[in-house]
């Protein structure tokens, strides 16, 4: 049991750690990978790719998700993203922590629809979110430092990256259900999505109560920073841009 | 009957619309890359057929396809795909309204009727959906009639389907392949004995018999793999063949659905930790010009850290009672 032998395949663990930290693209390195652990469980070339192959097309209900993007893509041609842009815009005048709230109960029931590229840190946080928040978090009657603006920016992201994460777990057409079906599929085990999905509901739920509470504790430490004699701020335009990235 | 193996050959189709539309412009990587996806997606079942009846040569040779793919992969380079109009887009967007979120809602809810109801349909006592992968074979329909709708509401040329399909594809790139190359190296892994070398090395280092120290190894082996390799998705096949299979469901006898939910999310709080997963954590601090790398984990990791905790407790209390 403990001969090198039996670790030899772990060599392929280690190509895809190497291959990730050096940012080389992904799918090379996943297949190399898949080689060196072949090679090292001592298969010969032909049954490696047997089994590349195999494991491949068994996996190929991963590709579903390709057939929603003609119907996004004509709904986007006419301004889908212009429409969730100027109806999200609508939601001024809040408060930030109810600002983010709202932002990251909409971003969770959107991933759980499966628009989850609805919005996101490129067509939705850099451009609307962050200033919006921004301005929230001005109306406690000082402008922010670049310390606090660069916070609320960051929180901005964060709030994006966990609205999506623990959304996209609950609907069933999207990746990280399929591959759990698939996965037991391999091993023996048939069940359906919608089970998988519904296990991700109280993670969800969960999810957006720790993250709204943090919120309103970081709304709260954006107000109760205000200086009572405010000193002269930089302009938004100045904000974040000390930084060397 | 509607079978799941029709929605891989409307999945073939677009891609191969999508390799000719390439074609045409001479992106030939980006060409021969969809037209040898979509080859693999058509010919799957043949090559399952043909290895159930130890016929080799099939599974070989879409080995082969796999390999080409990784190699094309690298050559595609987000070219700049021309998109309609800003003001355009505008213009219909203040027109229709609300309206266009009708055919998107319609993608979820169409598939959602057919999990729930499309098992009672029966047409001249035969079914309408076949029971194998029902959910993902209504998606397939839903992307359907989404689109009819898509294209009735914005009243565009059906041809605009494959048009702004390949756009969002072509956008996407190789990065629609990682998922399924990442399970395919899951299966690799499973067969080639790395799962039962990274079970072997947790059953070396904790009590298997204890129900408790099985779901915290494998939990906090999902985070510690998902921190490295910076995806839950290549976690979760090698933490699930070497922990949550052999431990966790066939000594514990723990539920695999709620298993494999959890163990996936808890995969996700590991996302939340690392600047492995560029594509989150990293890119919106250049996006934000922010001045940290670490910036936006630093604000995150706390509600990491705590669902975290909230995951593993649902885990240990859930998997054994239903």
């Known amino acids: ?206 999810a957006f109560m720790i993250h709204a509470i943090r919120t309103v504790l970081f709304a709260r430490r954006i107000a109760g920073n205000a200086p009572s004699s405010a000193t002269p701020a930089l302009r938004p335009d100045d904000g974040g841009k000390s930084g060397s990235c | 009957m509607l079978k799941i193996e029709q929605a891989y050959w409307l999945i073939a189709l677009f891609l191969a619309g999508t390799a000719w539309l390439n074609l045409r412009e001479r992106r030939w990587s980006h060409a021969g890359f969809w037209l040898v996806l979509a080859a693999l997606t058509a010919g799957g079942k043949y090559v399952l057929d043909a290895t159930a009846a ?54 979820p809810l169409v598939t959602l009727v057919v999990a729930l109801f499309g098992g009672y349909l029966v047409i001249g006592g035969v079914r309408v959906f076949d029971p194998v992968r029902m959910t993902l074979t209504g998606l397939a329909l839903a992307c359907v009639i ?65 129900a408790l120290a099985c779901v915290i190894a494998y939990g906090l082996g999902m985070v510690l793999f998902t921190v490295i390799m910076g995806n839950a998705f290549a976690a979760f096949p090698v933490l699930t063949a070497g922990v949550g299979l052999p431990l966790l469901i066939h000594l514990h006898g723990a539920n695999p659905a709620i298993l494999g939910s959890l163990g996936m999310l808890i995969g996700y709080c590991g996302t939340l930790f690392t600047p492995m997963a560029a594509n989150f954590n990293i890119v919106p601090v250049a996006l934000l010009e922010l001045p940290n790398q670490n910036d936006v984990i630093r604000a995150q990791w706390k509600t990491g850290a705590m669902l975290l905790v909230v995951n593993l407790a649902l885990m240990y209390f859930l998997i054994f009672r239903f």
């Not at chain 1, 067509?123 to 603006?149: D, F, H, I, Y």
Request: aromatic letters at 6%; glycine letters at 10%; hydrophobic letters at 55%.
């Open chain 2, 54 to 107: 130890h016929h080799h040569l099939p599974a070989q040779l879409a080995g082969v396809g796999v390999i080409a793919l990784a190699v094309l992969s690298p050559r595609m380079q987000r070219g700049h795909l021309v998109e309609r109009d800003v003001s355009a887009r505008e213009a219909d967007a203040k027109r229709l309204g609300h309206r266009l979120f009708g055919p998107a809602v319609l993608i």
């Open chain 2, 146 to 210: 989404a689109l009819i709708a898509a294209l009735w509401v914005t009243r565009a040329k059906p041809a605009a389907g494959l048009a702004e399909g390949r756009r969002l594809l072509d956008t996407l790139g190789w990065a629609a392949l990682l998922p399924l190359t990442l399970a395919a190296l899951g299966g690799v892994f499973a067969a080639t004995g790395v799962g039962a070398a990274v079970s072997d090395l947790v059953r070396m280092m904790i009590p298997v018999n204890s």
């Open chain 1, 1 to 206: 049991m403990t001969t090198l032998l039996h670790w030899l395949p772990l060599l392929g663990v280690l190509v895809v750690v190497a291959g990730f930290a050096l940012r080389f693209n992904p799918v090379p390195v996943v297949v190399v990978a898949g080689i060196v652990s072949g090679l090292a469980a001592g298969k010969s070339i032909g049954e490696i790719l047997a089994l590349i192959g195999n494991s491949f097309v068994s996996e190929r209900a991963l590709l579903l998700f390709v057939l929603t993007l003609p119907a996004i893509g004509v709904l986007e041609r006419a301004g889908l993203r212009e429409h969730v842009t100027n109806w999200i815009a609508r939601l001024r005048g809040l408060t930030l922590s109810r600002l983010l709230m709202v932002y990251l109960a909409i971003r969770q029931i959107l991933a759980m629809l499966g628009l989850y590229d609805v919005a996101g840190h490129a067509q939705t946080v850099r451009p609307l979110l962050a200033p919006m928040a921004e301005g929230a978090a001005e109306k406690r009657g000082s402008p922010l430092n670049t310390q606090e603006r660069n916070d609320v920016r960051a929180f901005c992201a964060a709030t994006d990256n966990i609205g999506r994460f623990f959304g996209e777990d609950v609907f069933i057409a999207l990746g990280a259900v399929l591959l759990i079906q698939g996965f037991y599929s391999q091993h023996g085990i048939e069940l359906e999505p919608l089970q998988i999905a519904l296990w991700a509901l109280p993670t969800a739920i969960a």
